[in-house]
């Protein structure tokens, strides 16, 4: 079993930044990508950013490339994602995820974690 717990969400305005971190624990190991997923008011689960184990490339939903950047420290065992200019349409429970499958569906992913609230005002 893998263990996530998401940190670091809350309430900025629009404009802010936010860094999310996610620290697993664990069965954790080699192979295993990293994926943060928003699920917005009223809305489905959308993949956000992703970072594969194998060689460190990152993926982005368009919404967010050029504004947010996934990262990790294997040897904390901790994937972080800095979001800069957030606007309200950020707004979202936020989730990381680890899994061997394909980075930017939810399928892709065996372990989540219990989200975090980032709220963005206007």
Known sequence: QVQLVES?????????????????????????NMGWFRQPP???????????????????ANSVKGRFTISRDNAKNTVYLQMNSLNPEDTAVYY????????RYEAGYDYWGQGAQVTVSS
């Open 42 to 60: 009223g809305k489905e689960r959308e993949f956000v950013a992703g970072i594969a184990w194998i060689d460190g490339r990152e993926y982005y």
């Open 96 to 103: 990381c995820a680890t899994g061997r499958g394909a980075l």
């Open 8 to 32: 670091g969400g809350g309430l900025v305005q629009a404009g802010c930044s936010l860094r999310l971190s996610c620290a697993a624990s664990g069965r954790t190991g080699s192979g295993y």
